[in-house]
């Protein structure tokens, strides 16, 4: 599996996840994931900060907009409910 290339991240796109995880995302060949963690997705010129809480070899077990603060690890307990989903 070749990891992910921040690289190749659209302009003005960030991801923050817990700096204990490795650097890319990881899923094994059937999809499930391989690191449990919350993941936040955040794209310059939007407020928006969409968060993803991963359980290890189920996958995404909740979607929803991050309340938490700017830096610093998120927090599963910050991701809440999107009543637009």
Do not use: H, I, K, W
Not at 8 to 26: D, H, I, K, T, V
Not at 41 to 52: A, I
Not at 61 to 83: F, H, K, N, Q, W
Request: aromatic fraction near 2%.
């Amino acid at each position: 599996m070749r990891p992910t290339n921040p690289a190749a991240r659209p302009p003005g796109c960030q991801r923050q996840q817990s700096p204990a995880l490795p650097a890319a995302l990881r899923f094994s060949s059937n999809g499930l994931v391989l690191d449990g963690s919350t993941v936040v997705l955040v794209s310059e010129g939007t407020p928006l900060r969409r968060c993803l809480v991963m359980a290890l070899l189920l996958g995404p077990v909740r979607l929803g907009r991050y309340a938490g603060p700017d830096g610093g690890p998120p927090e599963s307990a910050t991701c809440e409910p999107d009543p637009l989903l």
